[in-house]
């Protein structure tokens, strides 16, 4: 494992992720939908695609196994972005939603450790266990004692297998295709599912393209897309069951920090506890050498 590199890449993920997750939610305040955003989402993932082409002198793998691989990392993580934000959200809690996809980490490390047959040190595996410990309790919200249904559930365990498998077939399929081909495949299948989006959106309410609601929304998913990019590199250089767990432990520390600034809120104790106990595991997985 290359450690310099994998955590760079996974460190730029981190914060990028984190100040989009402060941001997001501003263009939905602002009368921006949500199917709309994964709309401009998938149009920036365009942006960080021609970079990452251009380093590789436009040398795309067009094989069938990397087409396979590009298209199924690209569907399970567009697929999962879609479900979030047009039924999970729409259906659900917040407070019972996230907690379930931020566990995705699970996946990605069984998956890794069974097939990939990947191994941590010792103190590894205390930073993957702090990282999957701090995960429900960032995500952690006061809840309002309605009834929701179920409808949220199904959707949020979509989302929860999606991406636990999507971030561990990225690491498999960086052992045989380039980081930025796999990026490109990403963007197209994006792409593909943006007409759903489109066709989903209410178009009776009122919808803000102005500053605070389109061009708002393109810059924040610009940071969600660049993030996904350093995400392929950061699995390229460093195991799924160190990355996976790191970006998502750590990045809605960020977020939450960021927040109480912007929104002028103080974190729940519980969020608390998870910030802190987060911060240790990053430490933990930033510094522990491989076994």
Same mark, same amino acid.
């Given at each position: ?68 691989? /590009?298209?199924?990392?690209? =569907?399970? /993580? ?13 259906? /659900? ?14 996946? #990605?490390?069984?998956? *890794?450790?069974?097939?990939?047959? %990947?191994?941590? *040190?010792?103190? &590894? ?13 960032? *995500? ?27 971030? +561990? ?17 990403? #963007? ?20 803000? +393209?102005?500053?605070? /609601?389109? +061009? ?21 250089? &460093? ?26 809120? =103080? ?23 491989? %076994?």
């Amino acid at each position: 494992m290359n450690k310099k590199l994998w955590l760079l890449y996974a460190l730029v993920t981190t914060i990028f992720w984190g100040i989009w997750g402060a941001l997001t939610e501003l263009s939905a305040i602002a009368g921006f939908p949500g199917t709309l955003i994964y709309v401009v989402w998938a149009f920036t993932m365009i942006i960080p695609a021609v970079i990452a082409l251009k380093i590789i002198d436009w040398k795309l793998e067009k094989d069938p196994k990397s087409i396979l691989y /590009g298209a199924l990392i690209g =569907f399970l /993580g567009a697929g999962g972005q879609l479900a979030l934000f047009t039924g999970a959200i729409v259906n /659900g809690p917040a407070y019972l939603i996230f907690p379930i996809i931020s566990l995705s980490p699970v996946v #990605t490390i069984l998956l *890794s450790v069974v097939l990939l047959k %990947e191994k941590a *040190s010792k103190m &590894g595996w205390v930073g993957i266990a702090l990282a999957l410990i701090a995960i429900p309790f960032l *995500s952690y919200q006061d809840p309002d004692g309605n009834s929701h249904g179920y409808a949220w559930l199904i959707y949020a365990l979509v989302v929860f297998f999606a991406w636990g498998i999507q971030a +561990y077939f990225m690491r498999f399929a960086n052992q045989t295709m380039k980081a930025e081909s796999i990026f490109f495949y990403m #963007t197209i299948t994006g792409l593909l599912l943006a007409p759903i989006a489109y066709y989903m959106t209410d178009f009776s309410q009122e919808i803000n +393209y102005g500053v605070k /609601g389109l +061009y708002m929304a393109f810059g924040v998913q610009l940071l969600n897309s660049i993030g996904a990019l350093t995400i392929v590199y950061a699995f390229r250089y &460093g195991k799924a069951i160190i990355v996976s767990p790191l970006t998502n432990a750590v990045a809605p520390v960020i977020t939450i920090i960021l927040s109480l600034i912007l929104y002028k809120t =103080f974190p729940h104790k519980i969020i608390v506890i998870g910030m802190v106990i987060a911060l240790i595991s990053m430490f933990i997985l930033a510094t522990q050498e491989e %076994e």
